[in-house]
């Protein structure tokens, strides 16, 4: 670990990590907005990645979100990294009180990270939109369960819906009440893998009024002039051993 982070970390005991799909990219998923994402959508589907996965999108056109959804979204193979495993070790540890996270991905909480916040939902929940069951990834993954690529609940016929915020859809409420709080009491946030440019996620951090924030991403961020920390660097890197 970097030794001016190791500092911080030793002198802190109320950390919260707020981290992006750079986080996620160290884990070989790739993230759907970078610019091989927008190539490969326009390409294939003749629109954005926003496009597809907007809640009209879904509405109006639900066998072709799926067909997107499952090729760009999902990534079963993935496993969790040096930044997944450092921030477990350090909730452990009793260091670290919350994870608030932008990825959908459900890798935190495979390595054994307790307290997160997803604002962005997960690809591990999946709900029947007209009976609420649950359903699990590999579920809705099968084949068997699905017409045309839409799964459908095998209870009432509903179509089962992945439990991930869609655009033009509304963040979670709770989720966001519990990030503010988790923010706003931290005296240490580590900002990590996210140029911090998506809102309203990336507003959340001027919640945070403790004493150091570290920014660490391979690029600059619009905050880090405010950060006590910055490293330009990868958060696998950064964090790992």
């Not at 979204?73 to 932008?102: D, F």
């Given at each position: 670990?970097?030794?001016?982070?190791?500092?911080?970390?030793?002198?802190?005991?109320?950390?919260?990590?707020?981290?992006?799909?750079?986080?996620?990219?160290?884990?070989?998923?790739?993230?759907?907005?970078?610019?091989e994402g927008?190539?490969?959508?326009?390409?294939?589907?003749?629109?954005?990645?926003?496009?597809?996965?907007?809640?009209?999108?879904?509405?109006?056109?639900?066998?072709?979100?799926?067909?997107?959804?499952?090729?760009?979204?999902?990534?079963?193979?993935?496993?969790?990294?040096?930044?997944?495993?450092?921030?477990?070790?350090?909730?452990?540890?009793?260091?670290?009180?919350?994870?608030?996270?932008?990825?959908i991905d459900?890798?935190?909480?495979?390595?054994?990270?307790?307290?997160?916040?997803?604002?962005?939902?997960?690809?591990?929940?999946?709900?029947?939109?007209?009976?609420?069951?649950?359903?699990?990834?590999?579920?809705?993954?099968?084949?068997?369960?699905?017409?045309?690529?839409?799964?459908?609940?095998?209870?009432?016929?509903?179509?089962?819906?992945?439990?991930?915020?869609?655009?033009?859809?509304?963040?979670?409420?709770?989720?966001?009440?519990?990030?503010?709080?988790?923010?706003?009491?931290?005296?240490?946030?580590?900002?990590?893998?996210?140029?911090?440019?998506?809102?309203?996620?990336?507003?959340?951090?001027?919640?945070?009024?403790?004493?150091?924030?570290?920014?660490?991403?391979?690029?600059?961020?619009?905050?880090?002039?405010?950060?006590?920390?910055?490293?330009?660097?990868?958060?696998?890197?950064?964090?790992?051993?």
């Amino acid at each position: 670990m970097d030794k001016r982070l190791e500092k911080i970390i030793e002198a802190s005991n109320d950390i919260v990590f707020f981290g992006g799909a750079g986080v996620s990219t160290e884990s070989n998923i790739p993230d759907f907005r970078s610019e091989e994402g927008l190539y490969n959508a326009k390409q294939e589907y003749g629109k954005t990645p926003e496009e597809m996965i907007s809640h009209s999108f879904y509405k109006n056109n639900t066998a072709m979100f799926f067909d997107y959804y499952k090729s760009n979204l999902i990534y079963r193979e993935a496993k969790p990294n040096k930044a997944h495993m450092a921030l477990a070790s350090l909730e452990k540890e009793g260091k670290l009180k919350a994870i608030v996270t932008q990825n959908i991905d459900g890798l935190h909480q495979a390595v054994g990270s307790k307290t997160v916040y997803e604002l962005h939902g997960s690809v591990m929940r999946n709900y029947c939109s007209k009976c609420n069951d649950f359903y699990s990834l590999d579920f809705i993954m099968d084949e068997k369960n699905c017409n045309n690529q839409v799964p459908i609940c095998p209870k009432c016929g509903g179509v089962i819906k992945p439990d991930v915020v869609l655009y033009e859809e509304a963040l979670n409420q709770e989720i966001i009440e519990n990030a503010v709080k988790a923010i706003a009491s931290a005296d240490t946030l580590i900002v990590g893998g996210t140029s911090l440019v998506v809102y309203p996620a990336a507003g959340l951090i001027s919640y945070f009024r403790g004493k150091n924030m570290v920014l660490i991403n391979k690029s600059q961020t619009p905050y880090d002039g405010k950060a006590d920390l910055v490293i330009n660097d990868s958060i696998g890197k950064v964090m790992g051993d």
